[in-house]
């Protein structure tokens, strides 16, 4: 048993025993942790707000057999503008929700761990609109290895009248490959969605009314097809 250190960004934290909680963080160098605050459910707990949602934290860390224990956390950053915004923070909810769906334990996630960081700065900067949550969860598409097909037919390679989208066939396809289950899109909306993937989550392209919406519920439904899972966090939003 020894101390080390470690850093991560809080995913979510649950009761453990009368005065504990499991604290669940992402690292950039060991993946999903799972690690106990001592007393921090007591009203003087020496860890005050320190270990919330959001908050990337530098960590000392005793090492136990089965889950290590905080020993000293120091906030990095806080994101104090992100959590007075009602909008914001359910768009981090989502972003923390899918990025905790897909981290793994004891892997090194630099790549995971640098997207959630910067969805996160981007909500800090006061964008909090459906193309971040989009263009996010794209991203988060692409780092797991999953990103859709876009601008070529998902199934025949072929480029031009991308007219559907199939969830489960990898992304957008021409007519000649439409299959069950495939939506039909308004157009541009493949141009639009290929724009957001590749856009810097700091600096996206200007909004389209008539396909933000519907270019979320595309990247939404993706991910959930790929999670087997629904994104709770966006029924807020609905």
């Known amino acids: 048993m020894a101390l080390r250190h470690d850093q991560g960004i809080v995913l979510r934290s649950y009761p453990f025993g009368e005065a504990d909680r499991v604290v669940v963080l992402l690292s950039p160098n060991t993946g999903k942790m799972r690690t106990v605050a001592k007393g921090v459910r007591k009203t003087k707990s020496r860890f005050g707000g320190r270990l919330e949602p959001f908050t990337h934290v530098d960590l000392v860390l005793y090492e136990g057999r089965n889950l290590d224990t905080i020993t000293q956390a120091a906030v990095l950053e806080h994101f104090p503008r992100l959590r007075a915004d009602l909008d914001a923070v359910v768009a981090a909810g989502t972003m923390v929700e899918a990025t905790d769906a897909v981290a793994q334990e004891d892997e090194s996630s630099i790549r995971l761990f640098l997207l959630l960081q910067r969805g996160l700065k981007a909500l800090e900067s006061g964008e909090a609109s459906q193309d971040l949550i989009t263009a996010f969860l794209l991203k988060l598409a692409d780092v797991v290895g999953v990103a859709p097909s876009l601008l070529q037919c998902a199934s025949c390679g072929r480029r031009g009248d991308l007219h559907r989208f199939s969830f489960g066939g990898g992304g957008a396809v021409c007519d000649r490959c439409r299959g069950e289950g495939s939506v039909k899109l308004r157009a541009g909306l493949t141009e639009y969605l290929a724009v957001l993937a590749e856009a810097e989550l700091m600096a996206l392209p200007d909004r389209d009314p008539a ?22 966090s966006l029924a807020v939003m609905e």
């Open 211 to 232: 396909l933000s919406g519907e270019a979320m519920g595309i990247a939404r439904r993706f991910v959930e097809y790929h999670l087997d899972r629904k994104l709770a």
